[in-house]
């Protein structure tokens, strides 16, 4: 078994989801259920056996050694973070708790258990980790993207605590030996994506008739991975990535905001026709403060050496996406009526108290 961490989040949820359909060996799900973790993201598991959801902290070591003790898991695989730049820009001090504070408890957790483990299993034991792009720093137009060499150069704090992090791991490696894998990937799309991201929340505003805000001149460029190539990407980088090293993942492709919000545009004027033309919502608002002027991802070593890449184009993951916040719009209401919560509640108990 595996024990995940933030799998309530987007990119977790869709990881273990995707997880117990391929690989299908149990899961241990940590999370603390900030107001970016949703249960209901993972509803069709809820009755499934090889899923075992626990409500906790990152930064619990007495919870995670517990767990670690008791599952035995084979390899932690390590999403939680506070993950919105804006959040990080208005409030930075539970970026660097969870980010760096609460990673380096997860490391010492884990390299206390792993350290006791038989040889046999110390071998095979890995600690992935999650990391991203915006560690790099920001491109010019025309500069080569990301490689695993590029030098760090964080802009916004929680760049800057996703980077501590992926430091803390690296020092663990070399000091401890601890197996560790990072992979740093661009910005993800797909179902279950917590509509204050640019994607959901473009398409919902959209269907809404609302203004889609667009920062700056929009000419601001990232490479977009759909989510389910990410979890293709940690699958494949825990079953053969080589401990130490890490590996770029990207969707190969570049686009500016603007192009992206017109692409939404486009697929909702042909889906749902009546309040077309969708790109008259377009508004520019003032860029956000320190906003990086381009992501782009070099993932040509993760491509040649595990023999991954992402299978889906830009256009057919957007249309999936726009196919599923189209037919999932009641999950969509009940993120922003905050109703999630309560369904946390009926559906496990009272919040706040562990769920073990
Ligand atoms: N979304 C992206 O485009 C993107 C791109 C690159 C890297 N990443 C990284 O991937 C990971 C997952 O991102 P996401 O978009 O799914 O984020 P998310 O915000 O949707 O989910 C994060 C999850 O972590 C949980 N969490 C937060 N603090 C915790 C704590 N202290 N202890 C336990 N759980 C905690 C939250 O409840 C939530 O379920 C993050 O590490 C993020 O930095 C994301």
Known sequence: MILVTGGAG????????????????????????TYAGNLENLAAVRDDPRHEFVQGDIGDRALVESLLEKHRPRAV???AAESHVDRSIHAPTDFIQTNVVGTLALLEAVRSHW?????AERESFRFLHVSTDEVYGSLGE???AFCEATPYAPNSPYAASKAGSDHLVRAYHHTYGLPTITTNCSNNYGPYQFPEKLVPLMIVNALEG????????GRNVRDWLYVADHCAAIRVALARGAPGETYNVGGR?????????TAICAILDELRPQRAPHRKLIEY????????????????????????RPRHAFESGLRATLQWYLAHMDWVDAVRSGSYRQWIDDNYGTRGAPRR
């Open 10 to 33: 987007f990119i977790g949820s869709n990881f273990v989801l995707d997880w117990l359909a391929t690989e299908g060996t149990p899961v241990v799900n940590l999370d603390k259920l």
């Open 77 to 79: 695989v390590h999403l």
């Open 115 to 119: 350290s006791a483990l038989p040889a």
């Open 142 to 144: 025309n500069d080569p």
């Open 210 to 217: 609302k203004p889609l805000p667009v920062y700056g001149d």
């Open 253 to 261: 492709a570049e686009r500016a905001n603007t192009d992206v919000v």
């Open 285 to 308: 608002v003032a860029d956000r403060p320190g906003h990086d002027r381009r992501y782009a991802i070099d993932s040509r070593k993760i491509e040649r050496e595990l023999g991954w």
